[in-house]
């Protein structure tokens, strides 16, 4: 796997937007989740996914390590959704009451099956940082160092955060597994 | 030790967390727009800066040539007494003026640097 995100990453780099569609394709979703469990709005996480992409197409070819993908794109996408969050706040205390409004309500694609709803609205109920930590140690291609290296904590950090998140995950989804196998 | 409900909710939640980020979990209907041209360097500008260098240089070397450059004492000039005098008009308080704000500068921009690097 990262063998090719590597070669379609060098070949992004000399311009071909082919190549960079398919990494498109290969991390919307992580990308997506990522900035909706922190923005907690599916159309912001939207602008901010495209948002994302734009910004990794432009800076490209500043990304060393070809293979190091992952981890660069997600770095990314945190730092864009935190902007994003800083940004409807100070909104917010300015009183733009409508929107804080808006935001009371966590929003989700219509799409989601039951079960991902479920899911979903137990992960809002964590703190920022467990919410990221959960999404970006759930992604395959992300060992806990690069888990940590994006959120600038360490590794030890990272285990005992994401053990204590689960177990709080875990509380509040306990008797709905039937629920969630649906 | 774990029992076997709570075994069974544990693998439930791992399996629909890993699939919620595995690639094709975004929603139905979401699409990335087409990315846009990367800025390029501007290699015309380089061209127009080397031409205007050239004509300057060459304007300066003319005007430098009607000088009778020969006449001049270079060795005084280049003395030690010659470059000092040059300093004779700058006033301690401008010199440690001029180090204050290349301190704080040196102290700011490493700063600024890293914040720029942060909203990147």
């Known amino acids: 796997m990262n063998e090719a995100t590597a070669k379609l990453v060098k070949d992004a780099i000399k311009g071909d937007r082919d190549s960079y569609g398919i990494l498109i394709q290969n991390y919307t979703g992580f990308i997506y989740t990522m900035a909706l469990r922190m923005t907690q709005d599916h159309h912001m996480a939207e602008d901010l996914c495209q948002e994302t992409f734009i910004k990794g197409w432009i800076k490209l070819k500043s990304l060393k390590k070809h293979e190091a993908f992952p981890g660069w794109i997600a770095t990314i996408a945190r730092r864009t959704s935190l902007n994003a969050i800083d940004k409807r706040n100070r ?10 409004l808006e935001n ?22 964590l703190s920022l940082r467990d919410r990221q930590l959960i999404t970006l140690s759930y992604f395959q291609e992300l060992s806990s160092d690069e888990v940590a290296k994006i959120m600038d904590i360490s590794a030890g950090t990272v285990r005992v955060s994401l053990m204590r998140a689960r177990e709080k995950l875990k509380t509040i989804l306990k008797g709905k597994e039937n629920e969630l196998l649906t | 030790m774990n029992s076997l409900p709570d075994n069974r909710l544990e693998a439930t939640i791992d399996q629909l967390l890993a699939s919620s980020v595995s690639p094709g979990s975004e929603p139905e209907g979401l699409h990335i727009g087409s990315m846009p041209s990367r800025p390029e360097f501007q290699w015309m500008y380089v061209l127009y800066a080397l031409v205007g260098l050239s004509i300057s240089g060459f304007l300066i070397v003319q005007w430098l040539l009607g000088q009778h450059l020969e006449e001049i004492d270079y060795i005084h000039l280049f003395s030690l007494n010659g470059i000092t005098a040059l300093f004779s008009g700058v006033s301690s308080v401008t010199l440690a003026t001029l180090f204050g704000l290349a301190a704080a500068g040196s102290l700011i921009l490493p700063e600024k640097l890293k914040f720029m690097y942060r909203t990147l």
């Not at chain 1, 909104?91 to 804080?100: Q, R």
């Not at chain 1, 309500?105 to 992960?123: C, D, F, G, H």
């Open chain 1, 91 to 100: 909104k917010k205390e300015v009183g733009e009451e409508e929107s804080a």
């Open chain 1, 104 to 125: 009371l309500n966590p929003t989700l694609p219509p799409s989601y099956s039951p079960a991902r709803v479920i899911l979903e609205e137990a992960i809002y109920r």
